[in-house]
């Protein structure tokens, strides 16, 4: 069966790691079908629209997504495409890779944040000139879609169980039903957990991150514990990140689109590639996926390395080192 996946590339350094990542998964020669769609500011100077409708129905029947970055219209360009994949966990892995100067080199976790709600749902109000109020949603059948995907996930992977990182403490009715609905799916799939509240996570992420593994949080915390994480493993440039939704999925690097390097042909590729080896895996594709790892790891090791690595080379190079060594 061919897989469609549509190439968002967006805004600034996108137009140049995507093209990159969309190389490497050529090289493998699978029977991928790639169509291309606009997003982001420049679409929106030409157009009026950020996100036109079109790149968002492609997003929504394509069997994936690869996206690059959009500017200052990330938000108006992001948040509908996630919606579009229905996507109810976002996948952020923090590991420290080789050639890169890590805070904590030993780190080496995966986030599953949820992805539609807390106090992300939306519902914000401004009540008066001195008062305003956030209402935070959880429910009860996001928590179990998200449980479910950890059980899975943690089982496919060889994994000892997850963590529940929350603060149910305080926030007894919100996070005490996600806590209390995460712990129900994983004592019925038989996966061991523990509870981390999300402030001693904070710190004790930081003194010693190896004895964590795989976190499974809610929104906001999902967000800002793995942003602390990415700067454990020496920043956001190299991180990948998956947006999963039931039948379709969204991949896209953490960072943004570099508007001190866009045009010089000198971003590094590595997070949108690693991002296209976490599309192969989501597909099916799992040697090939791990074949686009390794082969990236051992170009950050050996080089080629682009200047935000100390390298000299510029995107082609390290693109096309990493096609030699697949
Ligand atoms: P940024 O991630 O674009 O850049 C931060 C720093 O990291 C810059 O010095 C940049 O040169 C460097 N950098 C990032 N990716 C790199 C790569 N692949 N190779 C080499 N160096 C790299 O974040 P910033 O500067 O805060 O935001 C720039 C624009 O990107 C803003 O308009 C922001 O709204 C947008 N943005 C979009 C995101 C998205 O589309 N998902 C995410 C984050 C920011
Ligand atoms: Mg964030």
Known sequence: MTHEIAVIPGDGIGQEVTPAAVEVLEALEIDF????????????????????????????????????????????????????????????????YPGVDAVRPETDLIFLRENTEGVYAGHEDRLT?????????????????????????VAGDDHDGFSIVHKANVMRETDGLFRDTVKRVADDNGVETDEVLMDAFATRVCLDPEQFDVIVCPNLAGDVLSDLAAGLVGGLGLLPSANIGPDRALFEPVHGTAPDIAGQGVANPAATIISAAMLLEYLG???????????????????????????DASTEDVTKAIIDRL
């Open 33 to 96: 079908e790639f169509v291309e769609a606009d997003a982001g500011d420049a679409v929106k100077a030409e157009t009026g629209e950020a996100l036109p409708q079109e790149t968002y129905d492609l997003a929504a029947s394509a069997d994936a997504t690869l996206f690059g970055a959009a500017g200052e219209t990330a938000a108006d360009v992001i948040l509908p495409l996630r919606t579009a994949v229905d996507s109810f966990v976002n996948v952020r892995p923090a590991k420290a």
């Open 129 to 153: 000139q001195d008062v305003s109020t956030l209402t935070r949603v959880v429910t009860e059948s996001a928590s179990e879609r998200l449980a479910d995907f950890a059980c899975d996930y």
């Open 285 to 311: 594709y799992d040697e090939a996926s791990e074949d686009v790892h390794e082969a990236v790891e051992a170009t950050l090791e050996d080089g080629p390395r682009t200047p935000d690595l100390g390298g």
